[in-house]
């Protein structure tokens, strides 16, 4: 593996950011996130594999093939957070180190969304912080994969 990479990760509706429930999500697109996440990462020799889908079998693809050629998922699974043992299985298989990120805190939100199936596969779990949630997730990865 020539370029260090980081598989970046973003599931349903989140094509939406920007325009859906600005009060819960804000005002930040995925673009807009995408663009941080690679720059958090570049600032620490990284680069970024971002795949947004709608579809849980194209995020669990994406999820196996980084096994290849990645050293971390970041991974905002959105409403499969709380439905989806097959993303959770890929991302045991992967056996990579996981952060999942959410922008609004979970926890303050209907009580459906307080479970996490892949909470339970990742190492640390970031909800609340909005976009600076992405670049956290980086930091830790750097620090994590530096050791």
């Known amino acids: 593996m020539t370029e260090r990479r980081l598989l970046l990760v973003n599931g349903p509706n989140l094509n939406l950011l920007g325009t859906r429930q600005p009060e819960i999500y804000g005002t930040t697109t995925l673009v807009q996130i995408e663009q941080l996440t690679s720059d958090a990462a570049a600032e620490h020799g990284f680069v970024v594999r971002a795949v947004h889908s709608n579809?849980?079998?194209?995020?669990?693809?994406?999820?196996?093939?980084?096994?290849?050629?990645?050293?971390?998922?970041?991974?905002?699974?959105?409403?499969?957070?709380?439905?989806?043992?097959?993303?959770?299985?890929?991302?045991?298989?992967?056996?990579?180190p996981v952060v999942e990120v959410h922008l609004s805190n979970i926890h303050r939100r209907e009580e459906f969304r307080h479970h996490s199936f892949t909470s339970a596969v990742a190492e640390v779990v970031i909800a609340g912080a909005g976009p600076l949630g992405y670049r956290f997730a980086v930091d830790w990865l750097a620090e994590r994969l530096a050791k």
């Open 55 to 96: 579809h849980e079998g194209a995020l669990i693809d994406a999820i196996q093939l980084a096994r290849k050629d990645c050293l971390g998922i970041i991974i905002n699974p959105a409403a499969y957070s709380h439905t989806s043992v097959a993303i959770a299985d890929a991302l045991r298989a992967a056996d990579l």
